[in-house]
């Protein structure tokens, strides 16, 4: 491999596997950065539906209290002093008391009479002096009617343990949550006859606090910032995380929020969520490390997908070096017959070898001349070059044929013009084009002959050839162009394995005149855009016959405003036909293949303006100039087609139907209330639509579309039913009911009626009064 080989595929390398890289790095750090969002949003939504399970059971706690107090049954014995002898109220009030545990979880329930100095709970009756003085105390001093008792009042001591059945024990009281009323519900600086204590385990709150997934650990925090509900270990573990969110909670004013933290060594994702029931915090931790646990398929994935990609672009730049390296090896092989090498190869540059050798060429004229030689393919090369580029008169024909070896003894030439079709449909990239081209130039170096043709070029993204011809008749040149043509493209499909398109032109004599044949073959190529890609076209035939250009133009006018008329008429199909006249006439005459995508862009924006023109915005339909790059860059016939189908027109339509459909219930309403209002008075169509400002055409087809019936009919009905509604509840004449209906004639309006119910009014009041007097009977 020589140096300058290994330099390219070393710069193919960086330059495919560097942004596959960063691109793959990129790529992980969003994923990672959205599976943690994600896995926030959840657990976010799960501690809600935490807090929402929760303050449930508070509130089942509260309204059952409320209920129970105020019962009958409490309000008889509280103004008691029970003893022994009332077993049967106290068994009474127990049961109560039990009745409210089948609707909410509770623990104990106790009614404390501080009047009569007797307590009452699940168990028995006891003497007030059972209680902890201090705790009632407590509660009575306290100014809130009804509270939660959290926090050191009812919560002390060590809070790990289960719950205990003595009230005043310590285990009990670090494990119990207490809902107190006091009764009855007075004032807060009045001093309460009694008070009801419902209480529930830590326990059973702390059970509604599991998560689904397992991952999180959710507490509470009461309004002091104290995780009242948690085990001991779980509060020394979580206490600079309980400090974090009360500080945030007061600087902030969100009611939830999330952060990182540290506990225990380990990071932590914290989220929290205020409550405005009890001013109590939720709280929701789980470690990162099971967060980045869902982002290791995700690495290993980009990984993978990375190094497939490095893998490709390894092997691309190993077949893209060997290519791009192939005419600088046959040029340092050219060099290397001149001035062999000395010493190791390997060590000295292509390029520098190549410019040794030229300076050598200067050293000795024989030198010169073999040096000449080797060149003499790229000087013919140059000479095609300036053939096609008219800076060759063609005075000098035989000497160059002499002296690069051209062939001579000629009856006529054409010029066969090759383009690549749908590179992007094969193996190949848009930027292999000029390399494919340069192959394409070697295998028609090599299939024909050199008395067959001139030195093959690569000029404007095209293979040229200059072929000859010993026949002086044109159509004998025609027919030998067109098979070297066929032979040329079953070489490159079988090569290269792609497809291309040719273009002939007429056959010429003189050098000179190969430019202009260049141009022919150009335009033989323009009917891709017609017939499609993947064919030869030979000049001769598509040579315009008179001139038609100003017809033409007329014709694709009027096209234009059908299908602009068939648009606003939302008639898909028929756009779509008359697009197919209007392409016929644009791409099958020669004149219009330079600018057709001006015209098809000035079709394009006529479309466009009749949204507009609608209300609609242009961005409903056109997303910028990406479209109109596409629109320029369509090649073929099917191409053109199916973007102004898909692209255009059916969008179009669909917008246009959207508001039209609107439109059509708005307008059949106001016709419709202009009826009932001004059925009495001579109104029609017209009428209606110099109110509404429309055109009575368009009006009366929305109408009968919305509808079902013409404007004129369900007038005529609507008129005769206010007709039968007068005759049945009024004694007006049938002369004076004509008119009311704005029927002056009074045998049209007796007409119509028959027409309409298949009996004069007359006879309808008749049949009227006939079931009216049967009746009575």
Known sequence: ?????????????????????????????????????????????????????????????????????????????????????????????????????????????????????????????????????????????????????????????????????????????????????????????????????????????????????????????????????????????????????????????????????????????????????????????????????????????????????????????????????????????????????????????????????????????????????????????????????????????????????????????????????????????????????????????????EEARFSPIVLNHSQVTLLTCKEDNPEAGLALFYETAKLIKARVRQYLGLECSIGISHPFKRLSDTKRAYKESIAALKLRFVLGPNIIVRYADIEEQGNVEKTVYTKLRLIEDQIALAIEERQQGKAERLFQSYLDELLCKDGFHQEHHLLLLQLASRTMSIVQEQGLSMRQLWHGEEELKRLLRLQTRTEITGWFQSRLFKPAIGLLGEMADKQFVNITHRVVEIVQEHYERDISLEYCAGVMNFNPAYISRVFKKEMGVSFSDYLSDYRMNVAKHLLSTTGMKVSEIGPRVSYTNISAFIRTFRRTFGLTPGQYRETLHGEESKSDN
């Open 1 to 449: 491999m020589g140096n300058f080989k290994s330099k390219i595929l070393l710069y193919s390398l960086l330059l495919g596997s560097v942004p596959t890289i960063l691109i793959g790095l990129f790529s992980y750090f969003i994923a990672a950065k959205d599976v943690e969002e994600k896995v926030n949003e959840g657990n976010m939504h799960l501690l809600g539906q935490t807090r929402m399970r929760v303050e449930q059971v508070l509130d089942s706690m509260q309204r059952t209290a409320i209920q129970f107090q105020n019962s009958a049954l409490l309000k008889s014995v509280m103004d008691s002093k029970l003893g022994g002898q009332d077993f049967i109220t106290v068994r009474e009030l127990m049961q109560e008391m039990f009745n409210m545990q089948t609707q909410t979880i509770l623990n104990q329930v106790q009614v404390v009479n501080l009047g009569h100095g007797w307590v009452v709970d699940l168990n028995a009756l006891k003497p007030l002096e059972s209680m902890d003085q201090e705790e009632l105390r407590g509660y009575v001093n306290r100014k809130d009617s009804i509270f939660w008792a959290t926090g050191p009042e009812a919560v002390a001591g060590n809070a790990d343990g289960e719950a205990a059945d003595n009230w005043n024990g310590t285990q009990e009281k670090a494990t119990m949550l207490r809902l107190v009323h006091k009764i009855p519900l007075l004032s807060k600086n009045a001093s309460p006859a009694g008070i009801l204590i419902l209480q529930i385990t830590a326990k059973d709150i702390r059970a509604m606090l599991e998560p689904d997934n397992l991952r999180a650990a959710q507490y509470i925090l009461n309004d002091q910032g104290e995780a009242f509900l948690s085990p001991s270990r779980q509060r020394a573990a979580y206490r600079s995380i309980n400090e974090q969110v009360a500080e945030r909670i007061r600087r902030s004013a969100e009611p939830q929020g999330a952060f990182h933290a540290e506990s225990e060594g380990r990071k932590v994702s914290v989220l929290y969520e205020r409550s405005d029931y009890n001013g109590w915090t939720y709280v929701s931790v789980v470690s990162l490390d099971k967060v980045t646990d869902q982002t290791r398929n995700i690495a290993f994935i980009t990984a993978a997908a990375c190094m497939g990609i490095i893998i490709s672009v390894l092997i691309a730049s190993l077949f893209g070096s060997r290519k791009m390296y192939s005419p600088i090896r046959r040029l340092h092989e050219v060099a290397a017959t001149i001035q062999p090498q000395q010493g190791d190869k390997n060590r000295k540059d292509e390029f520098e070898y190549i410019k040794e050798s030229l300076t050598s060429l200067a050293v000795s004229r024989n030198e010169l001349d073999k040096q000449m030689k080797s060149q003499t393919a790229h000087l013919r090369e140059f000479y095609v070059l300036k053939l096609f580029a008219e800076q060759m008169s063609g005075a000098d024909d035989n000497y160059a044929s002499e002296r690069y070896g051209f062939p001579g003894g000629w009856g006529s030439l054409g010029v066969l013009t090759l383009e690549l079709d749908n590179l992007q449909l094969s193996r190949f990239q848009e930027q292999d084009r000029e390399l494919l081209l340069f192959a394409i130039n070697n295998i028609v170096s090599e299939t024909l002959p």
